[in-house]
């Protein structure tokens, strides 16, 4: 079965400093992977998702940043943190190739940025 | 664009008590839909989908959902609530770049 990881699960960090989170699905291949944040009474905001290795597409244009260095493998970057970047962020598959499937969520990142 | 609108931000039913958590959308075509819940601190769990065929969809837990055309509604309900049904819901609407999500009715049970 397929089973997605997405660590750490908490994160307290100063402003100004890098950040990366990381992602990873087992269990199948060339999945489609995104990256959403959620804040509190917004909802779901997606910020990236991959089609395959090195294709990243950037929805909402921001301090963020996303690479896919391999097939199952998705990182969410930052150079340089913003106090807005505080927020819950989501890592998700759903099956690539076959139209549309549901999408699998991570447990979830909660960030705090000081 | 698609979008999707959840009317209610926060709903408290009792123990037992029948539910129904509205989820509208807006969409040329008929769309692809979906419920999640969300328990606090934790990831999405898909609770079911609709896709096409039957508009009355089970799902997940007990939960059910009718997609209403004429209505642009895809409304999810449950016969009985347990107290462990506490949590955030989210509807979400496809086509586009990826799940378009309502901003969530958040579930309180009381006893």
């Known amino acids: 079965s397929q089973t997605i990881h997405q660590w750490p699960a908490t994160l307290v960090q100063p402003v100004g400093s890098p950040l990366s989170l990381e992602c990873t699905v087992e269990g199948t291949s060339n999945p489609n992977l995104y990256w959403y944040r959620q804040a509190a009474g917004r909802g779901l905001q997606l910020l990236f998702y991959s089609v395959g290795i090195g294709q990243i597409s950037s929805e909402v244009p921001q301090n963020l940043s996303a690479s896919r260095p391999q097939d199952r493998q998705f990182i969410l970057s930052s150079k340089k943190l913003l106090l807005s970047d505080s927020g819950f962020y989501l890592c998700a598959w759903s099956v690539g190739g076959q139209g549309w499937t549901p999408l699998h969520f991570g447990n979830g990142t909660r960030l705090t940025v000081t | 664009a698609q979008s999707v609108t959840q009317p209610d931000i926060h709903i408290t039913v009792s123990e037992g008590a029948s539910l129904e958590l509205r989820c509208n959308y807006s969409y040329g075509a008929t769309p692809y839909l979906f419920w999640y819940v969300q328990s606090p601190g934790q990831g999405l769990q898909l609770l079911l989908k609709y896709f096409s065929g039957d508009t009355l969809v089970q799902g997940i837990k007990g939960f059910e959902a009718e997609f209403k055309r004429s209505q642009s509604s895809f409304n999810l309900r449950k016969p009985s609530v347990h107290w462990s049904d506490a949590a955030e819901y989210f509807c979400?609407?496809?086509?586009?770049?990826?799940?378009?999500f309502g901003k969530g009715t958040t579930l309180s049970v009381s006893s």
């Open positions: 979400a609407v496809h086509p586009g770049t990826a799940l378009s």
